[in-house]
């Protein structure tokens, strides 16, 4: 499950990974964690046993399904400490952290938890590293950023590798067939420009049924 966005509205959508078939989509404004949880009692209440849900690890919906096996979706996981090290990381740790995020999708779980535990054991103190203002006495860690990258891998960790601890479920680890579906929403959407909002809607919505 994953939202995407065309403009002034974006369009939430709940996809059999097997089947590949889009089973829910709703239109919101903002990407909401209730809409999440509305989704999923209302494909249990039309008779779907959810065996299992990749998505994009927003805030709130690891524990939102605790009674469900959640996969974080490694494409987002990588794009997200991308954000903070940048595809060409200038620091040393940074480089080296990206090695570890490009084993995520080609390894295994007690691999990549080995690597991401070796990488933090060796930069340990170097994230320690603060810088004072010498005007007010306030500090600050002088590498937030690669700090950032560091904990959303340590805090989705245990969700990282769900399809390996479920393989009987066969979990997709990433979200890309519905990213697919976007991509062609959008490109459909882009071929009709100049749509009106209500028409947009209209056209997803047709799109999204086949």
């Not at 306030?138 to 245990?158: D, G, Q, V």
Request: include cysteine.
């Amino acid at each position: 499950m994953d939202t995407s966005y065309f403009g002034s509205f974006g369009v939430m959508v709940f996809r059999d990974s097997y089947k590949r078939e889009n089973l829910l989509w709703n239109f919101v404004k903002h990407e909401n964690l209730h809409f999440y949880i509305s989704g999923i009692n209302t494909l249990k209440s039309m008779g779907w046993e959810i065996l299992g849900i990749v998505c994009d690890g927003k805030r709130g919906l690891f524990k939102a399904f605790n009674t469900i096996p959640v996969q974080m979706c490694h494409y987002h996981q990588t794009s997200i400490v991308t954000r903070y090290i940048t595809k060409r990381p200038k620091l040393e740790a940074g480089k080296q952290l990206k090695e570890v995020v490009q084993l995520l999708t080609v390894t295994d779980k007690e691999s990549f938890t080995g690597a991401l535990f070796d990488w933090h054991k060796k930069w340990n103190n170097f994230l320690l590293e603060k810088t004072i203002n010498l005007e007010t006495g306030k500090w600050h860690y002088t590498h937030k950023r690669i700090r950032s990258a560091y904990r959303s891998l340590k805090s989705n960790l245990p969700y990282l590798f769900t399809w390996y601890d479920n393989m009987d479920l066969k979990i997709p680890n990433t979200t890309n067939s519905l990213e697919g579906t976007f991509s062609n929403l959008k490109n459909k959407i882009r071929v009709h420009a100049g749509l009106k909002k209500h028409r947009k809607m209209k056209l997803i919505n047709e799109l999204l049924k086949k």
